[in-house]
């Protein structure tokens, strides 16, 4: 059972417009979410994160929106850079203290 | 700040030995979690450890398991390895509940 659901295995976008990475959960209990970009053979890296009680956070080229009524969370990256293309992680975290479930992955591809 | 380290990086095993990872977190995190990454589950939590205690458990068998030192370095130990063992295994630290969690490079387990 996919409690995390990143329905886009990829998306491709050219330099300087805008990515929209997006991610559904369905357990209720979720409360806290984050995302991950990660190289191949490299350990995930911090992006942003976003709690229950906001539904906008946004750091720097990154924002993260969420809709719980919709259980759905969507990560914006404007500008989007060449060095962005990557794989980006959504993770959920709820009422089983640290424990993060994660999304399938969506392959972001920025086109310069 | 020196990030989260793991140990060895690289490591090839037969099937039925054992096998001991170790990760060394962010100074003054005190929460390690560890996390199995392979092609067809994606990102599984395996456990979480907190002040030398286990806080969370994923859904893994007995042959996982773990443990965390005063220093809140971590070890994770694999017995009697199986082809399917074979995986990315990241740690991660983070300062306690609800915080965002930083991840190590990794140790690339290959079981033949």
């Known amino acids: 059972d996919q409690q995390v659901k990143q329905n886009s295995p990829s998306l491709s976008v050219q330099e300087g417009r805008i990515s929209i990475l997006n991610c559904d959960y369905t357990?209720?209990?979720?409360?806290?979410f984050l995302w991950y970009k990660k190289y191949p053979a490299e350990g995930p890296t911090f992006l942003i994160s976003?709690?229950?009680?906001?539904d906008k956070n946004e750091d720097g080229r990154f924002t993260v929106f969420l809709n719980k009524s919709a259980k759905h969370l969507s990560l914006h990256i404007v500008p989007s850079q060449p060095g962005d293309s990557a794989v980006y992680f959504c993770?959920?975290?709820?009422?089983?203290?640290?424990?993060?479930?994660f999304g399938a992955g969506t392959i972001l591809r920025v086109k310069s | 700040k020196a990030g989260v380290t793991q140990t060895p990086r690289y490591l090839i095993k037969t099937r039925g030995q054992q096998v001991t990872l170790s990760c060394s977190p962010i100074?003054?995190?005190?929460?390690v979690s560890w996390y199995q990454q392979t092609p067809g589950q994606g990102l599984q939590f395996l456990f979480e450890?907190?002040?030398?205690?286990?806080?969370n458990k994923g859904n893994f068998p007995g042959r996982f398991s773990g443990r965390q030192f005063s220093n809140s370095r971590s070890e994770m130990n694999v017995s009697t390895l199986e082809l399917g063992d074979s995986a990315l295994y990241l740690c991660?630290?983070?300062?306690?509940?609800?915080?965002?969690?930083?991840f190590g490079p990794g140790t690339r387990l290959t079981v033949l």
């Open positions: 976003i709690s229950s009680i906001k």
């Open positions: 450890y907190f002040s030398e205690t286990q806080r």
């Open positions: 991660a630290s983070s300062l306690d509940f609800r915080n965002e969690q930083f």
């Open positions: 993770a959920a975290s709820g009422e089983a203290g640290n424990k993060l479930v």
């Open positions: 357990n209720s209990m979720f409360d806290y």
């Open positions: 100074s003054g995190h005190r929460s």
